[in-house]
């Protein structure tokens, strides 16, 4: 680990073409009367406008703005309460975030998810699918947990864990977590004077961990710092680098930028040769696709796998599961379907813009999407991505 502040966080995976995802906290959001901080998010939203590449915005602030419809002088103490303001609240925060990105002419959309949508393979895909489309024509998706239905079993237990798993989904570049704090310390500042902030983290070792102690004060957000050492884990275990800084800043962006304070936590990998080798691992495929030689030369190019493409579908499987992928030499490689064996087997061999009159339905895209893909026989795609 490092103290020093130099090429602490990198300023250009802000700026740059990569995906970005960044947490905002309740305390940033809302005030202590429950009033959104309004010109704070403009100044948020037009900094994240400027950069080139897209941007997910994981926002919580529902119960912190609904409590007060509620009647309540302090965060709900029971699931009925928090649900009740997260109901009222959510509707006016989406309202909020729609208005300030409008101003910077982008639409934005709201994504609420529960554990079990990132849990249940399916619905993983869904959520995925539906996320990279909103990406894909520059709609920003701004997303929290759908605490009106989640329970104490099914939640991720704060917007740090969700956001973490978000940017692990999509494959992000980087991670932003702005926080009431502007990085981690050697010990809490707020005790201790000589408490240094450390620049840059390498490796989350048993030592790192023991520096966040507890979760922190009771406010309006529930993630301390054990919560955001435990997303910065899921991050760059998925390949995703973590910026952790203060959005205390009239301009929380562009302090970071400016190389502000911050504690940066820089992934080991890239975020798809972590998948690739995730895919890799996986065993006891459910079911076989079998490939032409024309497939097997587009997957082997970076493609995805086609319907047009599938020769055969053996055995039976679902939405999601793993199938083994067969050419004509024999097995070349594996990944995750995107139909279940009845509907792969109706369209295989099939043009994608026959596939929804065949099943009735819009058709999901490939049979197997790249990024869900690994091949035994070819490693170059892989080896790209970790070398990058």
Known sequence: MSESNAGLAPASSLEGSGLLVVKIGSSLLVDSRGQLRR???????????????????VSSGAIAMGRRALGLARRP?????????????????????????????????????????????????????TLEMLIARRIVPVVN????????????????????????????????????????????????????????VDSLTPEIEALAGGTG??????????????????????????????????DPIGAVQAGGPSTWFPAATRPLAARKRWLRGLQHPCGELVLDGGALQAVRSGGSLLAVGVRAVRGCFRRGDLVGLTG??????QGLSAYDSDDAGRIAGLDSARIAEVLDQ????????????????????????STA
């Open 145 to 200: 947990e759908n605490d009106t239905v989640a329970t104490e079993e099914i939640r991720f237990g704060d917007n740090d864990r969700l956001a973490a798993r978000v940017a692990q989904l999509l494959g992000a570049q980087q991670l932003l977590l702005l926080s009431d704090v502007d990085g981690l310390y050697t010990a809490d500042p707020a005790l201790d004077p000589a408490a240094r902030r450390i620049g840059r």
């Open 217 to 250: 004060p009771a406010g309006l957000g529930t993630g301390g710092m054990a919560s955001k050492l435990a997303a910065v884990r899921i991050a760059v275990e998925a390949g995703v680098g973590v910026i952790l800084a203060s959005g205390h800043e009239d």
């Open 328 to 333: 004509p030499h024999g097995a070349c490689g």
């Open 77 to 129: 103490r029971s699931l009925a309460e928090a649900q009740a303001a997260a109901a009222v609240g959510q509707i006016h925060l989406a309202g909020a975030w729609s208005e300030v990105w409008a101003q910077q002419d982008r639409t934005a959309a709201q994504v609420l998810l529960t554990l079990g949508d990132l849990e249940q393979r399916p619905r993983y895909l869904n959520a995925r699918a």
């Open 39 to 57: 010109r704070w998010m403009d100044t948020l939203c037009r900094r994240l406008a400027e950069r080139a590449g897209e941007v997910v915005v």
């Open 362 to 385: 819009a058709g999901r895209g490939p049979m197997v999407h790249r990024d869900d893909l690994v091949l035994f026989s070819d490693q170059r795609s892989e080896n790209r991505e």
